[in-house]
C-alpha cells in the first residue's frame, strides 16, 4: 500500500468515529466491548472446529493437530477483518491517531498494513465475524475493537486445544510411547518434539517445586507431606 493512504492529521470524520467510539466505550465499559470473548463461547468455538474433551491415544494427537490448525486458519480469517476495519480508519485518522485510538502500537498498524490480506469469505470464520459486525454502528474503530473480541476468543479456543495437546504428550511419553510415533501424529520433526517435551518437564518441576513453598494457592504437594514425619500425638 501506498504512503499516501496515510494522512498525517486525523480528518473531522476520524473525529467524528473517535467520539463514537468514546461513547461506545462507556455505553460498554468495563471491556469497552459489546462482543464478549467468555469461556462458553470459547468452548463453543473448540467444538465448532472439531475439539474433543476426551483423547489418550497416540492417534488423538493427529486429531488434535488437525483441530489447532483448523482454529488458526480460523484466527488469520478474523485477523484479517480486523485489519480491513483498522486500515479503514487509518486512510481518515492516519497511523498514529489510529493506534492511540484503538490502545495500540503504531508498529501494529504498520504491520496490520504490511501483512493484511483480503478477507477470505464464505468460511465459518468470516461468518462469524460478520455476525459480530453486524450488531455494530458503520463506524471502523468500533467493529475493529468488536471483531478483535473475536479473535481472542479463538485464540482461548486455540490454548485449550493446545493445553489438551500437552497433556496428551507428558501422558504418553510417562507411559513410554515411542517419541517418533507422537511426532508423526502431530505432523512434527522429532527435535520439535523432544523441545517440547523438555520444556513441559521444566513447567512441571516448576510447579512441583512452587507447590512444595506453599506459592501455589490451593494446592498441597503430597509428595512433601508423605516425606515429612509425623508429629505424636498427645
Keep these: ?61 493427529a486429531w488434535i493437530a488437525r483441530t489447532g490448525e483448523e482454529i488458526k486458519r480460523s484466527q488469520r480469517v478474523v485477523w484479517d477483518v480486523h485489519a480491513r476495519e483498522v486500515l479503514e480508519a487509518a486512510r481518515e485518522g492516519g497511523f498514529a491517531a489510529t493506534a492511540e485510538a484503538l490502545r495500540e502500537s503504531t508498529e501494529w498498524i504498520r504491520r496490520l498494513a504490511r501483512d493484511g490480506q483480503p478477507v477470505r469469505e464464505g468460511s465459518d470464520a468470516a461468518r462469524w465475524a460478520s455476525e459480530v459486525l453486524g450488531a455494530c454502528p458503520p463506524n471502523p474503530l468500533v467493529r475493529a475493537e468488536e471483531v478483535w473480541g473475536l479473535w481472542e476468543a479463538l485464540a482461548t479456543a486455540r490454548r485449550t486445544c493446545e493445553g489438551l495437546r500437552d497433556r496428551l504428550l507428558i501422558e504418553l511419553d510417562d507411559k513410554g510411547y515411542p517419541r517418533t510415533r507422537m511426532a508423526e501424529g502431530l505432523g512434527w520433526s522429532y527435535g520439535r518434539l523432544r523441545r517440547r517435551l523438555v520444556r513441559l518437564a521444566d513447567e512441571r518441576a516448576d510447579r512441583i517445586q512452587r507447590a512444595r513453598q506453599g506459592e501455589v494457592p490451593g494446592v498441597i504437594d503430597l509428595e512433601s507431606r508423605r516425606a515429612r514425619p509425623r508429629g505424636r500425638r498427645g
Design 1 to 61: 500500500m501506498t504512503s499516501g493512504l496515510w494522512p498525517r492529521e486525523p480528518s473531522p470524520r476520524f473525529a467524528q468515529w473517535l467520539g463514537e467510539l468514546d461513547e461506545w466505550r462507556r455505553v460498554h465499559a468495563p471491556s469497552g466491548r459489546r462482543f464478549q470473548a467468555t469461556a462458553d463461547y470459547s468452548s463453543q468455538l473448540y467444538c465448532e472446529h472439531g475439539g474433543v474433551d476426551e483423547v489418550g491415544t497416540v492417534a488423538d494427537l
